[in-house]
């Protein structure tokens, strides 16, 4: 991703040594790393649609197996590249969908990055659950009155956001307009105290504290919190 903030495309290059690139149209980023020379690359564009040449295999992973890998935030100096495993992204989705549970007529809104880990069990636990994952368009993330108008709008029932965002938006006095919405999802930094009064002013909300290291597959503790829950935090 060529707006990835933290982690230059040689560091990528280098720790993953590649086979191929996937681009969607220009590639101004991998033409300027001399790393990425020789490397070959697939451009979306041109294989979607595509008829295969040979019919499609069955891939079989063993939960010990790789999922993804996700940059750090850089704390210690240089972004290193967290690996985890199936079993333990799957025990996080398993967890949701037994705690936190989603109706195939949720409409999830995604306001934030997705190199942001916190996004991918956003997303995923909406597509493993057959509810609707929306991006929240640019206006949307720059804008919190544009942020509710979205919300209004495509009829969002659950909002995932860091807290600081969150209470931004539910301090707004159109937020009470948001009637669609039944979740919020709240983490990656401390709650602010006033969070939960501001988002019980919706009729039937229910607020969601998350925490987790990226090493412990996103989320490592939960709790749903209302107004004037010492355990918040």
Known sequence: DSRQPSVSCADLLGDATPPAVIVAGGAAWLDAAPEAAGIPRIDIATVRGAVPAAPVTTVTTEPTDLAYCVYTSGSTGRPKGVLVEHRAI?????????????????????????????????????????????????????????????????????????????ELVAAQPRFVECGTLRQVWSGGEAMPGELPRLVARLPGERLWNFYGPTEAAVEAAAAAVGPGDPSRR
């Open 90 to 166: 799957a025990n996080t989705l398993a967890w949701r969908r037994e705690h936190v549970p989603l109706a195939v007529d949720d409409r999830v809104l995604l306001p934030f990055s997705h190199q942001f880990d916190a996004a991918l069990v956003v997303w995923l636990s909406a597509v493993a659950q057959g509810a609707t994952l929306v991006l929240a368009d640019a206006a949307a993330k720059a804008d919190v009155s544009c942020l509710i108008d979205q919300i209004i709008r495509d009829r969002i029932t659950v909002l995932a956001a860091v807290p600081s965002l969150l």
